[in-house]
Every structure is written in structure tokens, then in C-alpha cells.
């Protein structure tokens, strides 16, 4: 079964960082591309960043661009968000998705539920 | 403001068929196929429609998606009560590099 599990969310205070981690099981973790998306309240949702299987790609949502990195670690079949230079807009629910294979950033057939990132004072 | 355009809501009636449009541009809806997710705040978004009218397994033929130009439709036969949630669609922007999505449309079953 399939299972995305999301931590790392909390409170931070504007300028801060978070890092976000999914934790992957059950299927070949390094098969398939990853990605965040986030769902400010009462927003839409916001593909936030993805990486390929191999790890040798990733992209990035200009918003975010430049103040979050997003990496994996395939012996821990675990994607990391890095989150730097937070602010207010930052707050959001943060999924962790899974691409249909390697290189895909769009189609995600499986989802975490999610970890709470507040950015305030 | 999405890159993508839907009504922030869509109404019917149990049974009926119902449409949520998606508006784009050639850079995004134009070159690119359309996909559709089901979400309820809070929880996991479920993926519906991806590709050429594609379904993953365990989603029902009620729901079907389509494309002309730079527009594109989920179509959704015998609504049910369960249907009652938010519905985005998503697809890649070249112009971009990134994948958008819509700004989600809210389904009510009356």
C-alpha cells in the first residue's frame, strides 16, 4: 500500500525556516517524481516544487523559487522541503505528492494529508 | 490569481449532469493535456481525470473530462450527494515551466 506521511509543519516567526519531510512506502521511491503542493486558507491549491526520481531535477514555483529547496534521500525513501525566508504568504497546508512516474509534476495519483506550516509572530 | 480560470462554484440537482469549465492559454491548456483533481479541504486532493480522458482505477465513469482549444470541461452525470466538494483542474505551462492549477471550483448538490 502506498503510504506518503508528512512532518515538519509547526508555527515559525516571518523570516524563519522549516524543514518539511514526507516519508515514502510502498512502491520503488526512486521511480517516481515527488513534489509539494500547498493550500493556503481558504485558497486554491499551489504546486509549490518537484523533484525527478533520479534526483537530477528539480523545479520550483516562482513564488518560492530561491527561498526553498526541495531534495530526496533514497536510502530513507524520504523528500525534504527546505523552507527559508518564510513569510505570512507561506502559510499553508503542505501535501507531499507522488508523480505517475519519474519525471511527471502534474498528475500525482497519491497524496500525504498534509502538514500545517504557520508563518506569525 | 490562478493562470487557470474556473467558476468558484457549479450547482445541480441529484441525477443531473453538470460541467466545470477550465480557461487557459496556448502556453498552458493549448499544449498540454488537462487534468482534473477532487479535493475536500483537510484531506488528501484525489486524482480523477489525467491525460486523454483517462480515470485511475476505483474512479467512476460518471465523471469525464474534455478539451477544445484553450479550454477544457469536467463533466460529471448522475450527480450524487457525494459529489458536493472542490474540484481544480491542472496541467503544465510552458511558458512558466511549472505546472498550474486552477482556482478550484466549489460543487454544490442541491
Known amino acids: 500500500e502506498v503510504q506518503l506521511l508528512e512532518s515538519g509543519g509547526g508555527l515559525v516567526q516571518p523570516g524563519g525556516s522549516l524543514r518539511l519531510s514526507c516519508a515514502a512506502s510502498?512502491?520503488?521511491?526512486?521511480?517516481?517524481?515527488m513534489s509539494w503542493v500547498r493550500q493556503a486558507p481558504g485558497k486554491g491549491l499551489e504546486w509549490v516544487s518537484g523533484?525527478?526520481?533520479?534526483?537530477?531535477?528539480?523545479y520550483y514555483a516562482d513564488s518560492v523559487k530561491g527561498r526553498f529547496t526541495i531534495s530526496r534521500d533514497k536510502s530513507k525513501n524520504t523528500v525534504y522541503l527546505q523552507m527559508n525566508s518564510l513569510s505570512a504568504e507561506d502559510t499553508a497546508l503542505y501535501y507531499c505528492?507522488?508523480?505517475?512516474?519519474?519525471?511527471?509534476?502534474?498528475?500525482?495519483?497519491?497524496w500525504g494529508q498534509g502538514t500545517l506550516v504557520t508563518v506569525s509572530s | 490569481q490562478s493562470v487557470l480560470t474556473q467558476p468558484p462554484s457549479a450547482s445541480g440537482t441529484p441525477g443531473q449532469r453538470v460541467t466545470i469549465s477550465c480557461s487557459g492559454s496556448?502556453?498552458?491548456?493549448?499544449?498540454?493535456?488537462v487534468n482534473w483533481y477532487q479535493h475536500l479541504p483537510g484531506t488528501a486532493p484525489k486524482l480523477l481525470i489525467y491525460?486523454?480522458?483517462q480515470r485511475p482505477s476505483g474512479v467512476p465513469d460518471r465523471f469525464s473530462g474534455s478539451k477544445s482549444g484553450t479550454s477544457a470541461s469536467l463533466a460529471i452525470s448522475g450527480l450524487q450527494s457525494e459529489d458536493e466538494t472542490d474540484y481544480y483542474c491542472?496541467?503544465?505551462?510552458?511558458?512558466?515551466?511549472?505546472?498550474?492549477f486552477g482556482g478550484g471550483t466549489k460543487l454544490t448538490v442541491l
Open positions: 505528492a507522488r508523480g505517475i512516474n519519474g519525471y511527471n509534476y502534474i498528475v500525482f495519483d497519491f
Open positions: 510502498g512502491f520503488t521511491f526512486s521511480n517516481y517524481a
Open positions: 496556448s502556453s498552458n491548456i493549448g499544449d498540454n493535456p
Open positions: 523533484i525527478s526520481g533520479s534526483a537530477s531535477s528539480t
Open positions: 491525460g486523454l480522458n
Open positions: 491542472a496541467t503544465w505551462d510552458d511558458s512558466l515551466n511549472a505546472p498550474v
